[in-house]
């Protein structure tokens, strides 16, 4: 029985109930490690002083927190003379569907990226259990086309955590997807805040 669980079933109605989740939430935010989101931020700067743009993936919630981080770095810092370039390879429902209908939904993302990554470009792997087939199919496919792959993952990791080059991790135990994907939107406004923020003082 995970945590969200134990809150469930010790609650005494929803007031109960949202006190002891919000209060489990806050835990999880501050045992996020500060070094891990300082590295991913430096990752996304050196990116764009590049000019390499970085491709965000994920499945259900983790792909729309993919498209919600291409959104906020990329239009939300407001910055176009030398943009972040960031794309959700989640967000194109054709290309998406012909790739799972013709070979295999564990291809939806690896197909895309052997179009479009290039060198150096940075690929952001999103997943609450780090073991979906698709992302570790598009990391080992990032590696191979000299891409860089940093994972954002919660429960134990998975697989995602030790294979990715860079790793932000969200410790929650296994089965609390509530929990680890309010904490990836959380680092989603964290770090498109700082971003927007930052390129205006340089």
């Known amino acids: 029985m995970n945590n969200v669980d134990k809150i469930f079933n010790n609650s005494n109605g929803v007031s109960d109930y949202s006190k002891s989740y919000l209060e489990y939430l806050h835990k999880v935010l501050t045992s996020i490690s500060f070094y891990e989101i300082d590295d991913f931020v ?11 743009t970085i491709f965000f993936i994920g499945n259900g919630g983790s792909a729309a927190t993919a498209s919600h981080f291409a959104n906020d770095i990329a239009i939300g810092s407001r910055e176009f003379d030398k943009p972040f370039r960031v794309i959700s390879l989640c967000d194109n429902q054709a290309v998406i569907t012909a790739i799972a209908n013709d070979d295999g939904y564990e291809k939806i993302f690896s197909q895309q990226l052997r179009v479009l990554l290039k060198k150096q470009d940075v690929v952001v792997s999103i997943s609450a ?12 496919t990032t590696k191979k086309m000299g891409g860089i792959s940093v994972g954002i993952s919660a429960f134990d990791g998975g697989e995602m955590k030790d294979l990715v080059d860079f790793s932000l991790h969200v410790p929650t135990e296994k089965g609390e997807y509530g929990p680890a994907e309010d904490a990836h939107m959380v680092l989603d406004h964290l770090v498109a805040n700082y971003l927007m923020r930052y390129v205006k003082t340089i």
């Open 42 to 52: 430096k990752i996304l700067l050196e990116a764009r002083e590049r000019g390499s």
């Open 129 to 140: 259990s780090g073991n979906s087939p698709n992302l570790i199919h598009a990391i080992n």
